[in-house]
């Protein structure tokens, strides 16, 4: 489960997913997600940017509090996630911050995970 890092300016669809995960493990991520201080809210949307993805797939987008470490929180979800996600889910996890240009869109596809 890699960090996704999309550089500035690279051309990004965001959608609801076509075959989204099973409701277990969804509220499993969720309930994890809730335990990791500094995640303001998560979301799941279907994801493809062009150049650094190969195929479009399911994202965690995790908005992280402005004054938290976002390295220690990625790292704690990371940790979190190779618990819970068989391997057989690639799940790349996308963070950002609370005034990043791309919130809205994000939160407007309705992937809420918490």
């Known amino acids: ?4 890092t999309i550089p500035s300016g690279t051309p990004i ?11 277990d493990l969804l509220q499993s991520i969720g309930t994890m997600l809730l335990n990791v201080a500094g995640v303001l809210e998560a979301h799941l949307p279907q994801c493809y940017a ?8 399911q994202v965690l987008v995790v908005v992280i509090d402005a004054g938290a470490s976002s390295e220690e929180v990625v790292d704690e979800i990371l940790l979190g996630l190779a618990t819970l996600s068989p391997a057989d889910i690639p799940l790349d996890v996308w963070s950002m911050d609370p005034q990043h240009s791309l919130l809205a869109s ?5 992937c ?3």
Do not use: C, D, F, H
């Open 1 to 4: 489960m890699p960090l996704l």
């Open 50 to 57: 062009m150049g650094v993805m190969e195929k479009p797939a």
């Open 13 to 23: 669809m965001l959608g609801t997913p076509a075959k989204p995960m099973a409701e």
């Open 106 to 110: 994000v939160q407007a596809i309705n």
């Open 112 to 114: 809420r995970l918490m």
